[in-house]
């Protein structure tokens, strides 16, 4: 399996110097060999590969004018073409959107492979650079001279902190917390609602507040942004509103990833079967009156987390399909619902006279269909999501058998 440690580096002013010079670089390949390859679709109506791009590099080196790029390192460069091919490979399949023009005003990254890069007792040396790059080393239970690096992503963020993300090879039995005990095996499954007021209701009635990271720092954002647009341009004080503006996001994105991580990791922990359903994102978020709230979520990075955290640990994540009527269906007698607003909290099933919470109705209902996916065997393969066991479109009837209750082993 592969895992990536990002650690907080401390470059020297020369090391910075050569790292910035090498962002720089990075940034002129990835648009100029954007620009020649929507250059040449438009006129020749050609798709460029890999190896063209490799050739027009290599002219592009040759070119005087562009002779600088000799002065870095030549393997993020090389790793530039080959993440620009993945990204259109991406787009033509349907994963990603199209490919976009770097900008010098984000965040910046170069990626070295083996080839550009040592690791000796636990230090890094980058190709190009005098002397090894300090970085802090977060993980006390991993002995960073053991590890064997394959990759070496340098970054710096728009607010000017640098990191770096180090991918190496584990072993997938290594189950292991961040204080190095095992994961015990709970034998318990739980259904997880995803929602705007509770972040997570499970189908055990535990409910996880959503913390609203950005709507709590939106007004000191707004403040920020109204001080930045009355400086002139290119001026240093804009810079400096700027980095204020970045520094403000950026604890708002650790505050979130820091919860959503706490929130995984605890229901993988503490179940080893998770049933959650495959919502629509990208397709919620086109709602103006909730698009904010649902984006401040992170629904899809919850469910990257769960992925991968469960592939690690050995439990088992199921996805039901996300037309199932959860919701609007009883978790008692199966009764469904011709309709239930969004304001509707509690409702009384008409069949058997339940009074039912909507959150944990639904919690309870995508368990069952999670274990009935799981007991079928069922379904096609969810595209991106290999560490997802299928799940299988149900369509919503009124039922009469029901759907069956989870009975909990104490």
Same mark, same amino acid.
């Given at each position: 399996m592969r895992t990536a440690y990002k650690v907080r580096a401390y470059p020297t002013p020369e090391q910075a110097a050569v790292l910035t010079r090498t962002f720089g670089c990075v940034r002129l390949v990835w648009n100029k060999v954007l620009t020649w390859r929507q250059a040449r679709y438009h006129t020749e109506g050609r798709k460029t590969s890999y190896a063209q791009t490799d050739r027009y590099l290599t002219e592009l080196k040759r070119d005087a004018e562009h002779g600088f790029l000799y002065e870095v390192s030549s393997? +993020? =460069?090389?790793?530039? =073409? %080959?993440?620009?091919? $993945?990204a259109f490979v991406n787009f033509f399949a349907g994963r990603a %959107?199209? +490919? %976009?023009f770097k900008s010098r005003s984000g965040k910046q990254s170069a990626t070295y492979t083996r080839s550009a890069f040592r690791w000796r007792d636990g230090r890094l040396h980058l190709g190009k650079m005098d002397g090894p790059l300090e970085f802090v080393w977060s993980w006390p239970h991993i002995d960073p001279v053991a590890i064997n690096p394959t990759t070496v992503t340098v970054s710096r963020d728009p607010d000017g902190r640098w990191y770096v993300s180090i991918a190496a090879d584990t072993r997938s039995d290594d189950s292991t917390r961040g204080d190095g005990e095992q994961f015990p095996p709970p034998l318990h499954a739980v259904g997880v609602d995803m929602g705007v007021k509770d972040f997570v209701v499970t189908s055990d009635g535990d409910r996880i507040a959503n913390p609203r990271f950005l709507e709590r720092k939106a007004r000191s954002l707004a403040r920020y942004q109204r001080r930045m647009a009355r400086k002139q341009r290119g001026s240093n004080n804009r810079a400096k509103a700027k980095t204020k503006i970045a520094r403000a996001h950026r604890k708002v994105r650790n505050a979130r990833a820091d919860f959503l991580h706490r929130t995984s990791t605890r229901l993988v922990r503490d179940n080893d079967v998770i049933v959650i359903e495959d919502l629509a994102v990208k397709n919620m978020i086109r709602n103006r009156s909730l698009a904010k709230a649902i984006s401040d979520c992170g629904w899809g990075e919850f469910r990257r987390m769960l992925e991968y955290k469960a592939a690690r640990y050995g439990r088992h994540l199921? $996805? /039901?399909d996300r037309w199932? +009527?959860?919701t609007k269906t009883c978790s008692?007698?199966?009764? /469904? *619902? @011709? @309709? =239930?607003? *969004?304001s509707t909290r509690h409702w009384t099933c008409p069949g058997c006279r339940s009074r039912h919470d909507r959150d944990i109705n639904a $919690?309870?209902?995508i368990l069952a269909a999670g274990l009935a996916v799981s007991a079928c065997e069922g379904g096609v393969r969810h595209a991106g999501s290999s560490g997802v066991q299928p799940p299988v479109k149900q369509e919503a009837q009124r039922a009469t058998a029901g759907i069956p209750v989870l009975r909990h082993r104490e």
């Open positions: 393997v +993020p =460069l090389q790793q530039v =073409l %080959r993440h620009q091919y $993945a %959107r199209y +490919p %976009r199921i $996805a /039901v199932y +009527p959860s008692g007698c199966g009764y /469904v *619902l @011709e @309709e =239930l607003s *969004l $919690a309870k209902n």
